[in-house]
C-alpha cells in the first residue's frame, strides 16, 4: 500500500507544474472575480448554460441513435432532454441558473474539500508539507458549507467570496507544487548520485 502511495506521489512530482498552473488559474480566475463579480457570475451562468445544451443535444442524438440497440435508450434521452432545458433556463433565466449554481458550488467545494483532507492524511506518511492540501481541503469545506447555509447572501458578494476562495485555493496549491517539485529534484539528485 505505501508502495503504491510512493509511486502516486512520484507521479505528482513529476508533473508538479500541473499543479501549479492550476494554482495559477485559480489566482486568475480569483483575481478577475473579486474585480468584476457581475460580469464573472453573468459568466458563469452563460458557460454553464452553453455546456448544459451542447451536451443536451449530444445525449439525445446519442440516444436516438441507440434506440433500436438498446433497451435503456431513453435514460440518455431523459438526461439530454432535462440537460437542454437546464440551459435555456440558464439563458432566458439567469437569476434562476445562478441560484442553482450556488447550491452546485457548495456541493462541489464541500466534497472537494473532504477529499483534499482524506488526501493530505494520506500523503502524511510519504511527504513533509501535506498540510498545504490539508489547508486548502478545509478552507473549501468551510466555503462550502458558507455558501449552502446563506445563499441569499446575494449573488454578487458569494462571487467575491469565491474569488478569494480561488486566490488562497491557488496560493495552496502552488505551495504544494514547489513541495512536489523540490521532493522530485531531490529524488533525481539521489539517483544521479547513486550512480
Same mark, same amino acid.
Request: hydrophobic residues 65%; proline residues 2%; aromatic residues 12%.
Given at each position: ?15 508538479? +507544474?500541473?499543479?501549479? $498552473?492550476?494554482?495559477?488559474? #485559480? *489566482? &486568475?480566475? %480569483?483575481? !478577475? @472575480? ?65 441560484? +442553482?449554481?450556488?447550491? $452546485?458550488?457548495?456541493?462541489? #467545494? *464541500? &466534497?472537494? %474539500?473532504? !477529499? @483534499? ?74 539517483? #544521479?548520485h547513486a550512480t
Open positions: 500500500m505505501n508502495g503504491r502511495l510512493e509511486q502516486g506521489v512520484a507521479t505528482l512530482a513529476k508533473y508538479w +507544474w500541473a499543479i501549479a $498552473l492550476r494554482g495559477v488559474l #485559480a *489566482i &486568475l480566475f %480569483g483575481v !478577475l @472575480a473579486v474585480l468584476m463579480p457581475g460580469l464573472t457570475l453573468y459568466v458563469l451562468v452563460l458557460l454553464f448554460g452553453a455546456y448544459a445544451l451542447v451536451e443536451g443535444v449530444f445525449n439525445v442524438v446519442a440516444a436516438i441513435r441507440r434506440r433500436q440497440t438498446e433497451t435503456h435508450w431513453w435514460t440518455l434521452l431523459l438526461e439530454g432532454v432535462v440537460s437542454i432545458l437546464a440551459g435555456l433556463i440558464a439563458f432566458f433565466m439567469p437569476g434562476l441558473a445562478a441560484l +442553482w449554481l450556488v447550491y $452546485l458550488l457548495a456541493a462541489w #467545494a *464541500i &466534497l472537494t %474539500g473532504i !477529499l @483534499a483532507i482524506a488526501a493530505a492524511i494520506r500523503l502524511r506518511k510519504v511527504i513533509t508539507g501535506e498540510f498545504w492540501l490539508g489547508l486548502g481541503g478545509v478552507l473549501s469545506l468551510i466555503f462550502g458549507l458558507f455558501i449552502a447555509i446563506a445563499p441569499g447572501a446575494g449573488a454578487l458578494s458569494l462571487v467575491w467570496w469565491i474569488g478569494g476562495y480561488a486566490i488562497i485555493f491557488g496560493v495552496t496549491l502552488i505551495a504544494l507544487a514547489f513541495r512536489l517539485r523540490s521532493r522530485s529534484h531531490g529524488s533525481a539528485g539521489r539517483v #544521479a
